[in-house]
């Protein structure tokens, strides 16, 4: 019996630059446009809520952009992340697929949020700003930039959707902890949440009303800038490390990927795993099938919209063009809180639009039947949102099975689950439920889009 | 400004032996009695609860044991555990003593209880065993006991201290989510369990009680043995792999320790990073001093006897020589439930008659406190036991402050805090309270300890 195997790199194989899939975009992406003006952004335009290098970072299109020092000497406290070949989950299939993951939840925060949220704190302290406004869903994002932010000594104020904040107490215990202060959304300490309370006292909040009230926040004061833990292409920079490391760990294996899996809710882990691959693919490399996987009740990417929207609810943040249900679209209240999001990054909608990669919607039980079995076989107990990833790459395997062909799949295990246990008690209780959401007000959320003004 | 480092060996590194100190001690251990002759037990004493091989580890006085290499395989998955310098946490301190911790929390568990527990499924496995019964307290053991099952298909009950299964609903849905199957104790499932419920309906229950309802069962079908997590010779033999690591990366780092830190509940995790530097000195090397943290609620080593007493409450184990409250002692609800044991383990105990050890107790709160410094300055939340040894780690670096010299010390990190928020919350919310046992109440459980007979 052969064990599932580990592949680790030495620390000297920490990558020394993030990979900007833009330098090699068939197409070159669409630009963020002023909501006034409807005229492409200028970096003056983002000087409110991002220090310039993270700017400059948001518009490069060189492919090497390198990782500061102090940067890589905090990602080694977790980093190189291993890759594993999940011997054990390949037996439990019987099946002739090779199996191969990547486990992003060795970081202090639990998840791959961290790779993006110390860079972030890094340039946010270089440009001596003293404080951070940030908004969380499920809490992975948030306890990230609430590590980084004792690192450095910065504050971090996190505005958490009321239904998580309510849900997840741990999460925020976990917050506070590292010196955080977190707060339910929407709250009474913006004009943004003040005017959403006033029209619904127990609103349950939402991803996009906590955005715009960080962005508000963010904007009145100089020492004070705004951190985004997806969408925005600098982030899904940062996440590079995950592919970089997997593309080395991976050669080790003597192995290449078929197939990629990932889960996609604003699209940073998915970006982090798939853009390495897809840019050796688009450089005359071997070509590789890749597979977002999203949930059936926030499908953003399989019945969105390709369009410019706002990534808020207020509309306080800049237009970028990406697969939506608009930005007033409320998702049923589903146990993947990170994949909640109305929006896509606009990099991962791109790359969609272009038919470089596939998308596919899952049900929630059907995805915590693969983290359980995942977990039964492997040890690891998988986050909601990456549960998504097992299942898809689960499904991979069956139908490698079904075609009697052995393929390499590639998934991406974002976050382990350890404060999501709620999640599985419900499962394993019969508590949950196959959540969809509501077509006539994804009707009203797409109706609602901006109308844009001929180019 | 340089950062914490890493200490990462090569998978190679990782022990092919682990470390018995019983080769290596000035005066052997007093023998485990049968508890109704009072003579030393035979191996067939143990045979109906442990496997051939386990029992043979128990007794061995050989210095090295080989470790299976399927056991090796598995501990791949997280071994070679990283050693950190904690850089940022001397800063934080200002203290010129360089402070190392050894982080067990890696493990799929999240503690360093799955050492024992792969090596335990595993001999069973190979006696044919099906199903292994144990109890847990905190959930630490219980859950890694199975991980361990559902590696090896063996089925796992476990018997969980009431007022922790209560107070925990998540460890619980880990262990669920492995598989194994996770009842309160005192339960109707077993005479020691009915005869305390009937005397109390809402009885709490304690690892005294939980041990007798995991034996009780073990002993009566020949496919069932029993699984204890600390406490005996052979899982602190398991547990060297800890310090056998250790010594290897403190020489990766060019130092060694002048003073070793570890909390003791059972002893395990104390016992795992010390003896292989305790065996180095009684052979002649450096003289390091070790100090063992205790919860002051629940003081064995402290305040207990050094006397034959029972591992359980109903009294179905044997007598062992240890520090002991009393096998009826039951401490108060503090936080840190592992370390809630009326006894130490043997060899710990044996180790500090032989003033090789010093022992210290806290309260809680202070380790709360030295628990959340730690997590803001190394980024790593640690498990209400181990907050014992960073409280115990940190006193040791502003005593290097005060005296003006600088130290090298060691600490086990032995497990993360994630499944243990709740305390957390307590704590920051002013609700936490320095608990004390109750003097008659010890004065009682000691004068209940089993009258010997004379030698």
Redesign the interface.
């Known amino acids: ?6 592949y ?1 790199l030495d ?1 000297s194989k920490i990558p020394k630059f993030w990979y900007n899939i833009a330098a090699d975009l068939p197409v070159p992406l669409p630009p963020a446009l002023h909501p006034g003006t409807q005229q492409p952004l200028g970096p003056d335009d983002l000087a409110p809520l991002f220090p310039l290098s993270l700017i400059q970072q948001e518009v490069s299109t060189e492919r090497e952009i390198e990782i500061p020092e ?1 940067v890589r ?2 990602y ?2 977790w980093r190189p992340a291993p890759l ?1 070949r999940a011997r ?1 989950l390949e037996r439990v299939l019987d099946t002739p697929a090779k199996i191969y993951y990547k486990y992003e939840g ?1 970081s ?3 998840s791959h949020k961290p790779n993006t949220a110390v860079p972030q704190a890094f340039y946010n302290k270089e440009a001596g700003i003293k404080k951070l406004t940030t908004e969380t869903g499920a809490g992975q994002w948030g306890s990230s930039l609430a ?1 980084a932010g ?2 450095f000594g910065i504050d971090v104020q996190v505005f958490m959707v009321r239904v998580s904040y309510d849900q997840k ?2 999460r925020r ?2 917050m ?4 955080a202060r977190c707060i339910a959304s929407p709250s009474n300490e913006t004009q943004s949440g003040r005017t959403i309370l006033a029209q619904r006292a127990d609103h349950p909040g939402s991803l996009g009303i906590a955005i715009s009230e960080a962005v508000e926040l963010a904007a009145q004061r100089d020492d004070t800038k705004y951190a985004l833990g997806s969408v925005l292409n600098h982030v899904l920079l940062h996440q590079t490390v995950v592919g970089i490391e997997a593309m080395q760990q991976m050669e080790m294996a003597g192995d290449y990927p078929d197939v990629i899996v990932a889960c996609t809710g604003g699209g940073s882990n998915f970006g982090g795993i798939v853009f390495p691959f897809l840019g050796a693919q688009l450089r005359g490399g071997k070509k590789v099938r890749i597979v977002a996987i999203e949930p059936s009740a926030c499908p953003s990417l399989t019945r969105g919209k390709y369009a410019y929207d706002f990534g808020d609810t207020a509309h306080l943040t800049p237009l970028t063009k990406m697969h939506t249900l608009g930005s007033t679209f409320t998702p049923p209240g589903f146990h993947a809180g990170g994949l909640r999001y109305h929006g896509m990054a606009p990099l991962v909608s791109h790359i969609k639009e272009l038919g470089l990669i596939e998308a596919r919607a899952y049900h929630q039980i059907a995805c915590f039947e693969a983290g ?1 079995q995942f ?3 492997e ?3 998988p986050a909601p949102e990456a549960n998504h990833a097992v299942r898809g790459a689960i499904d991979e395997a069956l139908k490698c099975k079904q075609e009697g062909v052995s393929r390499t799949i590639l998934f991406n295990l974002c976050g382990h689950g ?2 999501d ?2 999640a ?2 419900d499962y ?1 209780g019969g508590k949950l439920k196959d959540l969809d959401y509501d077509e006539s007000e994804l009707a009203m959320a797409l109706a609602g889009l901006p109308s844009m003004r001929a180019a």
């Open positions: 019996m052969s064990d599932s195997i580990k680790l620390e102090p000497e905090i080694r406290q594993f054990r060795v202090p925060a639990g590590f004792a690192l107490p741990y215990a976990l506070e902890t590292y010196g359980v977990a039964r076989a040890g690891i107990l350890h404060f246990m709620q599985y008690i394993f």
